[in-house]
């Protein structure tokens, strides 16, 4: 096997687990709270039927990219492809500037996220807090360093405990006689109006972001077993998998906690289990919380660390995140650079939820939106035998997912889009001082006569 080569080892079982992993972590436990509250009425079930069916349209989007560049770095060779030769390495470029600092920051999020929930059992100093939250990031780093047949096996029994979490959580709504009380009264107070649209926006900026990671097995494109029909069927598989699940925990914690109590609650799972079922059980299920917390943090670092290799090895980054480990075959350069960076974060930063907030908005621009339509002008160039997987309907999918995700991007409010359009173009910026001094497009010199 060559060294330079990654493996493809991952089989459909596997990148599911990655997946789901990915996108149940902290992150549903705690904006559970904040959605109710920011929805104000037992509608809030809405915000997350409302992320699961933009992550379903946008999985199309990915499907059709993913399964045609079975590639690692995901997005960036979708990008560089759907853009073509010239304006695509700007769009990759971009999508690669982003994600050396939201990288580290979504996984250093989840870490300070993982310390946090910790307090439910024992309370921590702050300094304490971000002595955790360190140690998280410095155990997933350990964990990723190893073959990826190993990760994927890891990712498999991670997965275990994520459905073990969620089973508890849901059968005990059920088992508590009152489950269906919440669709029943679902729409009561709800008024179609502005005022709910602009809830609704705000509160799918947390659903979706809840969501995230569905697409987690692109970034790992060249370690798939079978890619063409894996990538799409994980994808899928993942989105209505955790979009059952997320429904019916949120109806599992409204049949038993009133609305008020939701909205007070930041440990509301937990406070849940308690109401039922005492301290003891509440601890417990607060120890897999934290357990579902730490597998998302290893999905997502998994996956990020390919991106920066992608990139190296195609010549539009540092070499030296082209290297792959010589015996175990991974980019341990781009993990221990990525993991390194999140380290740092999580023992800086103590709340950085409207930091991520920010990072989220630029990533809408420079991936999600920019990848839809760079489906759009590769289909025209290429025609749509090209894709190995096709959507059904194209292209109102496609241009569905670019309208869903403008709307969100607007809702994550001014400051945040002002401050993903002032990185953006910072990053713009430096493509150009790279360029220049490479000699590259656009800034390359022409020859006379030529």
Known sequence: MSESTLSRKISLLQATAINMTDMVGIGPFVVLSIVAETMGGPYFLYAWLAGALLAFIDAMVWSELGATFPLAGGSYNFLKEGFGPKWGRLTSFLFIWQTMIQAPLVIASAAIGFAQYFGYIVHLTPVESKVLSGSVVLIIILLLYRKIETVGKISVLLWMGVLLTMAWVIGSGMAHGNFLQPVMHVNDGLQLNMGFAAALGLASVKTVYSYLGYYNVCHLGGEIVNPQKNIPRSMFISIIGIGVLYMLMNISVASVLPFSAIVKSHFVVSDFVQALQGAKAANIVTVLILFVAFASVFSATLGYSRVPYAAAKDGAFFKVFARLHPSKNFPYISLLVLGGVAFLFSIIFTDIKQVVHAILAMRILTQFIAQAAGLVLLSKRKGRSFLQWRMPLYPVPAYLAILIWAWV????????????????????????????VNKEWPMERKVIGQ
């Open 409 to 436: 991007f607007y809702s994550t409010g001014p400051m945040m889009m002002e401050s993903a359009l002032g990185f953006i173009a910072a990053g713009v910026i430096v493509f150009f001082i790279k360029a220049k």
